[in-house]
């Protein structure tokens, strides 16, 4: 993905809705160039279009966090695929970051078998012959497009995987990664009760912010992949507590 695209996710992300005429100003480019832009973002499931204007969903609409800092995102996926193999069986939860990870397991790796409880997750990578996808079953939150509930639990137990990879609403050095959704964090119980190790992935600025809902992932929290802006202490308590802290560069 190009500078420019980086430019209008950006711009997507802190505005919600710009009409084409003014994202080509700001950017100094045709409209013509804008919409061929746009068209390509909208194939990939991160922005929409509607009359002569692109918009992102909801705060909880995926496609809309998939938009704010997709650089950062990216990267982090990236250097989460070092633990995924050709072959393998991995589960990977809702999560923006996670989506990302999930498309570059299909473009880079071969013959995996991604189990999650995201449609979106399971949409995105629909095309891709390199991947399988197994749905969990549950209750649909339509807008995060994900399965929660008593369901999922059971679904997760025909499961035994090395890594779950999960996204995180954000973290304090008492509770740990939070999540603002007791459901959705309950989903994240039930699944990291079937990995060996639970892998973290989330852009800095989640260091900062804090969900209501603890994730309470104890031991299985093997490794936090992270850029640069994670604030040392939250770093040295990760680090205190066994967990392998992996921090992308620009």
């Known amino acids: 993905m190009g500078k420019r695209d980086n430019q209008i996710l950006q711009i997507l992300a802190d505005q919600g809705r710009t009409d084409v005429a003014d994202l080509a100003r700001d950017l100094d480019v045709s409209?013509?160039?804008?919409?061929?832009?746009?068209?390509?973002?909208?194939?990939r499931g991160i922005v929409q279009r509607e009359h002569g204007s692109a918009f992102l969903g909801s705060a909880d609409d995926i496609n809309g966090r998939l938009a704010r800092h997709y650089d950062q995102k990216r990267r982090i996926a990236e250097a989460a695929l070092d633990l995924v193999h050709d072959g393998e069986?991995?589960?990977?939860?809702?999560?923006?970051?996670?989506?990302?990870?999930?498309?570059?397991?299909?473009?880079?790796?071969d013959d995996v078998t991604?189990?999650?409880?995201?449609?979106?997750?399971?949409?995105?990578?629909?095309?891709?012959?390199?991947v399988s996808v197994i749905m969990l079953g549950g209750a649909y939150q339509r807008d995060a497009q994900v399965m929660v509930g008593p369901l999922l639990a059971l679904c997760t137990r025909e499961f035994s995987v090395d890594h779950l990879f999960i996204g995180t609403d954000g973290f304090t050095?008492?509770?740990?990664?939070?999540?603002?959704?007791?459901?959705?964090a309950q989903a994240?119980?039930?699944?990291?009760?079937?990995a060996a190790g639970v892998v973290v992935l989330t852009e800095s600025e989640k260091f900062s912010q804090r969900g209501v809902v603890p994730l309470h992932l104890g031991d299985r929290l093997s490794c936090v992949i992270t850029d640069s802006g994670i604030p040392a202490d939250a770093a040295d308590t990760l680090r205190h507590d066994g967990v392998d802290v992996r921090v992308v560069r620009p």
């Open 31 to 43: 409209t013509v160039t804008v919409r061929k832009d746009l068209d390509a973002l909208c194939e």
């Open 89 to 109: 069986t991995t589960m990977i939860e809702s999560g923006s970051c996670c989506a990302l990870l999930a498309a570059a397991i299909a473009d880079h790796r």
């Open 114 to 130: 991604i189990v999650t409880n995201s449609a979106f997750i399971a949409a995105y990578v629909r095309g891709r012959l390199t």
């Open 173 to 184: 050095p008492a509770g740990g990664f939070t999540n603002a959704d007791p459901f959705r």
């Open 188 to 194: 994240v119980r039930d699944m990291s009760s079937q």
